[in-house]
């Protein structure tokens, strides 16, 4: 409905009322503060608040982290997209604000338990590497430390393939003169690769080692000096107690579960301090008193004036804006209009000074995508879905709650159309009657309250046409409001009247022509009168077009080449135009794919069977139309309004509102007026 007033105030106040009165602003949520470096040459200084925003900022953290660990156990799945903030009483969050210290030692806690679980792990997974690493050398009975005694020699190692014992002695004794006393032992033998340990006279451990390396005889790099079963039976057992603490640990960690509420809300209660304290840092001020500067709806302008000074002393007063300064940008729209907000903001926010088109916009939405998906069963669900949605998550973002709403009566104005054009989940209607229920097969059981739109197609296409042609008229109607209410006479009958005239004039003598009577199957008879009328309103159009487009050069010659060319423009409003076509198309490709489906289903049979074929069927492929058409509706929908209805007037450069308020995740308190 309208761009709100925005008015600039200047507040100055004593610097020990300064965390309050910042405190009470941000709990207004009504303040947009304004903050410009002071300069070198300033006489005012800000306080260094980074060691206490840095200390709050980390608290949060370190809640956000508690509840995301939490989420592993019960009760720690929360409604997800659709769960919304929790709405809490003042009392409440006062309660929680006075424990904050008893909540830090149980998150301390919580966190270190897990950081001890983690070390838990660590232990686990190295003992089982060194529980796997050992396995071969399970049956090694000695240290593998033992290198031999005085006289003997211990060689413990690998050699590359499958040995047999007696080739491990033949290899090691192959270079000695004399029978060697050498003794082996397979340990195992798997992964191409066979583990031994050779014992032999301590004079003969060089030639022996030779022979052995000479095959791939390699010394293990097992950090380990005791017996591998010895070892491998400690590791087992430390990974029991590993285990065991670490179920401990999760008990310990599962006994917060019920504080979550209280996490969240200090989670919140730390981000909002966090946040007073960057605005704190960036305050000017001098040894006594602070100044702060902002934007606030001009309605509220005096009553946050009188109650700053009443409680906090302050002195606060009205300013005039800058002329390089741009006010911020809040829209205040009717609950229906309010819900398009989202597709305005997506395209760019008005300037102050600019009509804010949202509540025209918000019609034509509504009304082109009821067109464009068009079936009464798929408009039907939807506005359930929503209107349940709306319903059983009251405190949803503010942002998802708009899309919602306008999904609703997106969804109301499908199932219009859908009546309108006679389809209900495409034909099931009359698939179900003709297949079950022994209707005639040439009846039609749900009959359109206006036409078939896949019976007469070019109908629905000369319609859609008209509504465009409304649609762009519309637009260009506001563009000259807005000349109007610039007091732009001129421009107003130069560049809006001349075209009202110049195209009203080319419909009307386009209306009786064969060609359009070849494409569209109408028929038009106008008087002498309305012919002539149509010739004349089309040349002065044109002709005030040719003369005044150019109006700001002086040269004559120029206006004129300047004025032809924006009159070639009569092309692009041509193309505007049968962009609407895509009504019909998404129209006709919704009732085409849903006929489809019920035709698949329903092509089986009537048995008692081929029922739960065709509920499966119809569940399946409809649900996958609803939701291919409606994003396609969604987006064209959007190009309607953002390239044909926009490009005739829109010119967006506005700022949102973006006021200093609390900064909260999970709650949102219940606030006194």
């Known amino acids: 409905?309208?761009?709100?007033?925005?008015?600039?105030l200047g507040i100055c106040a004593l610097n020990r009322n300064r965390k309050a009165i910042l405190e009470t602003l941000q709990s207004m949520g009504i303040m947009e503060m304004r903050l410009e470096d002071l300069g070198e040459t300033s006489d005012l200084s800000e306080k260094d608040t980074q060691a206490a925003r840095s200390k709050y900022e980390k608290r949060a953290a370190c809640f956000e982290d508690a509840l995301t660990l939490l989420k592993q156990y019960p009760g720690g799945k929360t409604g997800g997209l659709f769960s919304g903030k929790?709405?809490?009483?003042?009392?409440?969050?006062?309660?929680?604000?006075?424990?904050?210290?008893?909540?830090?030692?149980?998150?301390?806690?919580?966190?270190?338990?897990?950081?001890?679980?983690?070390?838990?792990?660590?232990?686990?997974?190295?003992?089982?590497?060194?529980?796997?690493?050992?396995?071969?050398?399970?049956?090694?009975?000695?240290?593998?430390?033992?290198?031999?005694?005085?006289?003997?020699?211990?060689?413990?190692?690998?050699?590359?393939?499958i040995w047999s014992t007696e080739k491990v002695l033949a290899t090691a004794s192959g270079s000695l003169s004399e029978p060697a006393a050498v003794f082996c032992e397979i340990l195992s033998s798997e992964n191409g690769m066979t583990c031994i340990w050779v014992l032999c006279l301590a004079d003969e451990e060089r030639s022996v080692e030779e022979s052995l390396r000479s095959a791939g005889?390699?010394?293990?790099?097992?950090?380990?000096?005791?017996?591998?079963?010895?070892?491998?039976?400690?590791?087992?057992?430390?990974?029991?107690?590993?285990?065991?603490?670490?179920?401990?640990?999760?008990?310990?960690?599962?006994?917060?579960?019920?504080?979550?509420?209280?996490?969240?809300?200090?989670?919140?209660?730390?981000?909002?301090?966090?946040?007073?304290?960057?605005?704190?840092?960036?305050?000017?001020?001098?040894?006594?008193?602070?100044?702060?500067?902002?934007?606030?709806?001009?309605?509220?302008?005096?009553?946050?004036?009188?109650?700053?000074?009443?409680?906090?002393?302050?002195?606060?007063?009205?300013?005039?804006?800058?002329?390089?300064?741009?006010?911020?940008?809040?829209?205040?729209?009717?609950?229906?209009?309010?819900?398009?907000?989202?597709?305005?903001?997506?395209?760019g926010l008005p300037q102050h000074g600019k009509v804010d088109p949202t509540a025209v916009m918000s019609v034509f939405y509504v009304f082109f995508f009821g067109m464009m998906l068009s079936d009464a069963g798929y408009g039907i669900v939807m506005a359930l879905i929503c209107s349940i949605l709306l319903l059983k998550h009251r405190n949803l973002d503010h942002g998802l709650k708009r899309f919602l709403k306008l999904f609703f009566f997106c969804g109301i104005s499908t199932a219009f159309w859908g009546f309108m054009y006679g389809g209900f989940f495409g034909d099931v209607i009359d698939v179900v009657a003709h297949t079950w229920m022994g209707v005639p097969a040439?009846?039609?059981?749900?009959?359109?309250?206006?036409?078939?739109?896949?019976?007469?197609?070019?109908?629905?296409?000369?319609?859609?046409?008209?509504?465009?042609?409304?649609?762009?008229?519309?637009?260009?109607?506001?563009?000259?409001?807005?000349?109007?209410?610039?007091?732009?006479?001129?421009?107003?009958?130069?560049?809006?009247?001349?075209?009202?005239?110049?195209?009203?004039?080319?419909?009307?003598?386009?209306?009786?022509?064969?060609?359009?009577?070849?494409?569209?199957?109408?028929?038009?008879?106008?008087?002498?009168?309305?012919?002539?009328?149509?010739?004349?309103?089309?040349?002065?159009g044109a002709l005030m077009i040719l003369l005044m487009s150019g109006r700001s050069r002086k040269n004559w010659a120029i206006r004129i080449a300047l004025g032809a060319y924006d009159l070639y423009g009569v092309t692009g409003w041509l193309s505007d135009v049968l962009s609407y076509s895509r009504l019909l198309a998404l129209g006709l490709a919704t009732g085409v794919i849903a006929n489809v489906i019920n035709m698949m289903g329903s092509m089986f049979g009537s048995g008692p069977a081929k029922v739960i074929i065709f509920i499966v069927v119809f569940l399946l492929g409809h649900t996958l139309n609803i939701a291919i058409n409606a994003l396609g509706a969604y987006v064209h929908t959007n190009r309607l309004q953002y390239v044909e209805f926009f490009g005739k007037f829109y010119e967006a450069g506005g700022r949102p509102f973006a006021p200093f308020q609390t900064m909260t995740k999970y709650i949102q308190i219940k606030e006194e007026k």
């Open 217 to 347: 005889f390699v010394r293990p790099s097992l950090p380990v000096t005791g017996i591998p079963a010895e070892v491998i039976a400690g590791c087992e057992n430390e990974i029991r107690e590993q285990k065991q603490q670490i179920e401990n640990l999760k008990d310990r960690i599962a006994s917060y579960a019920g504080e979550r509420e209280n996490f969240r809300i200090m989670a919140d209660y730390y981000r909002t301090r966090a946040e007073k304290y960057r605005l704190l840092g960036q305050i000017p001020m001098s040894r006594n008193v602070f100044f702060l500067e902002g934007w606030v709806p001009a309605a509220q302008a005096e009553r946050i004036g009188q109650f700053l000074s009443g409680k906090y002393g302050a002195f606060v007063e009205t300013e005039e804006k800058r002329e390089d300064e741009i006010e911020p940008t809040l829209l205040k729209n009717n609950r229906f209009a309010e819900s398009a907000e989202g597709v305005l903001e997506s395209y």
């Open 442 to 540: 040439d009846t039609v059981v749900l009959k359109p309250l206006w036409f078939a739109p896949l019976n007469n197609p070019m109908r629905l296409l000369i319609w859609c046409l008209f509504f465009g042609i409304i649609h762009l008229y519309t637009g260009l109607g506001i563009k000259g409001f807005e000349m109007l209410r610039d007091r732009d006479i001129t421009g107003f009958f130069s560049d809006v009247v001349s075209w009202y005239l110049f195209l009203t004039g080319l419909i009307l003598m386009l209306l009786p022509t064969d060609l359009f009577h070849s494409i569209s199957g109408m028929t038009f008879v106008f008087s002498d009168g309305v012919s002539v009328s149509a010739r004349v309103c089309a040349a002065a």
């Open 1 to 8: 409905m309208a761009i709100v007033k925005m008015q600039k």
């Open 86 to 161: 929790e709405s809490l009483e003042r009392s409440v969050y006062q309660e929680a604000i006075r424990n904050r210290h008893q909540f830090n030692v149980e998150v301390a806690d919580l966190l270190s338990a897990e950081r001890k679980i983690q070390e838990c792990g660590v232990v686990i997974q190295k003992d089982e590497n060194l529980k796997e690493s050992l396995t071969p050398w399970r049956n090694l009975d000695i240290p593998m430390s033992m290198t031999g005694t005085r006289k003997t020699s211990v060689l413990i190692g690998t050699l590359p393939g």
